[in-house]
């Protein structure tokens, strides 16, 4: 029954899969969790893609649409949603452009992509960042981030209603010499805007934080995969 109330009475949710492996690739731990995270900055993000004026200003240059959004450092940012170059006549507009939101973090990055932490603190809307984060690295109580991949997986017709999903993987190596425990799983975002010149806009702000239901603790020379899906109810 509480698979079918999510099903019609939560039309954007997500799932967290956490599996932890040792150094010789043995699975030691694995779960599957609700998401019950999305924070204040995502609804900030839809309110502005909702004020973007869309086709009717790709006449005019120098349009600027934005909101505020608290980045990672508690600092207030502002995040573009739809952006033109003031210099119209110009090779320079034509080079320019940017993206909303996007989580698809480059190998050692730890500034946006799924990003994992050690703290318990409770949920909170305003949350913008995690509890207690594991920076990424090689030395006592960091781990090693991989690439952040993000992929769509499409339409599933086979459940009533049908739900599209879409899901960003991280793996995490344990190098430090000691076992780490992972307790929060995070989604940050960056929005990022340039020109032919220079960086326009580039916050990175929390948009959804977990605090898992038990503590997985990843062992020296193992690794920890972690899945965020979202799915969308249609229909």
């Known amino acids: ?5 999510d099903q019609l009475h939560n039309p954007l949710r997500g799932y967290i899969e956490v599996e932890v492996r040792d150094r010789e690739g043995r699975i030691v731990g694995r779960g599957r969790h609700k998401m019950r995270s999305f924070v204040n900055n995502l609804l900030r993000i839809l ?7 869309g086709g009717a200003a790709l006449n005019y240059y120098g349009t600027v649409v934005s ?22 006549g110009s090779l320079n507009a034509r080079r320019s452009g940017g993206i909303v939101i996007a989580a698809k973090a480059a190998d050692d990055n730890d500034a946006y992509g799924i990003v994992v932490g050690s703290g318990t603190l409770g949920l909170s809307l305003d949350q913008y960042a995690p509890a207690s984060k594991i920076p990424h690295g090689t030395g006592p109580g960091q781990l090693d981030y991989g690439v952040s991949v993000a992929e769509d997986l499409g339409l599933d ?21 000691a076992a780490i425990n992972i307790n929060e799983v995070c989604v940050v975002a960056v929005d990022f805007w340039r020109d032919r010149y220079s960086t326009v806009s580039d916050p990175k702000f929390l948009i959804a934080r977990d605090v898992l239901p ?17 799915e969308v109810v249609v229909g």
Not at 160 to 172: G, L, N
Not at 214 to 230: L, Q
Request: net charge negative; hydrophobic share 30%; aromatic share 12%.
């Open 67 to 88: 909101v505020t959004v608290v980045k990672t450092d508690g600092s207030s940012g502002s995040a573009l949603i739809e952006w033109y170059n003031s210099d119209s």
């Open 157 to 177: 017709t086979g459940v009533t209603p049908p739900v599209y999903r879409f899901r960003i993987t991280r793996t995490f190596s344990n190098l430090s010499g």
């Open 214 to 230: 038990s503590t997985y603790t990843v062992p020296n020379g193992g690794t920890a995969t972690v899945v965020v899906t979202f």
């Open 1 to 5: 029954m509480e698979d079918m109330y």
């Open 47 to 53: 309110e502005g893609e909702m004020k973007a004026k």
